[in-house]
């Protein structure tokens, strides 16, 4: 079993639709986690971190941490055909010598005009 | 733009030989840590250095092995490259102290035929 599962899509939404995306994991020592957005043929790009469980909000993204349920969530409100990317969550225990980031796979996300 | 740079974008290779690929950190940051991205994948830990010492790797064997400078660049190298080490690969820079807002750079896309 993967330490982070995360559905690979692809999602098709209309736009302006709200969309939801999800990584569950199993490893009860992650304290941070991220989304990152990735574009055809480009690297990752931070969009949000957050730290330990609770929601956090910037812009028309909100990120939902669940400790409890070991599931967190990534909101895309008013979706654009911009926001036509993969979205890759990623978590970590924190700082340490030996603290390494572990991805999930990525959800393909396309935004229909 | 991160302020992450790598070069080359793109290698093609044949079995068996040897890569060197570079990567200049966002300045300030005293951590990079290198990633391989399959085709459909997330991002996979190869190792992390700090303050040019190696501070972490993943499950990647010693033929992979990395070097990082005092002026803020790093390389990865792969020695006797098989056909699976094809894949995108990933440097990211961050202080050690703040590893959830790591910052990619483009990548270096190698083919191994």
């Known amino acids: 079993q993967k330490e982070v599962e995360q559905d690979p899509g692809p999602l098709s939404v209309p736009e302006g639709a709200i969309v939801s995306l999800n990584c569950t994991y199993s490893n009860s020592a992650f304290q941070y986690f991220m989304w990152y957005r990735q574009y055809s043929r480009k690297g990752p790009e931070l969009l949000m971190y957050?730290?330990?469980?609770g929601n956090k909000e910037d812009g028309r993204f909100t990120a939902q941490v669940d400790k409890s349920s070991k599931y967190i969530s990534l909101f895309i409100r008013d979706s654009q055909p911009s926001d036509s990317a993969t979205y890759l969550c990623a978590m970590t225990p924190g700082y340490s010598s030996a603290s390494k980031i572990i991805f999930g796979s990525g959800t393909r996300l396309s935004i229909r005009p | 733009e991160t302020g992450v740079t790598q070069s080359p974008t793109h290698l093609i290779k044949t079995r068996g030989q040897q890569v060197t690929l570079r990567c200049s950190s966002q300045?300030?940051?005293?951590?990079v840590s290198w990633y391989q991205q399959a085709l459909g994948q997330g991002p996979q830990f190869i190792f992390q250095y700090y303050r040019e010492e190696e501070n972490g790797r993943g499950n990647f064997p010693p033929r992979f092995s990395g070097l990082q400078f005092p002026n803020y660049s790093s390389e990865l190298n792969v020695n006797a490259l098989e056909l699976d080490d094809s894949a995108l690969y990933l440097c990211a820079s961050s202080l050690l102290e703040y590893q959830e807002t790591q910052y990619f750079g483009p990548g270096t896309r190698l083919l191994v035929l």
């Open positions: 300045s300030g940051h005293n951590t």
């Open positions: 957050t730290y330990s469980s």
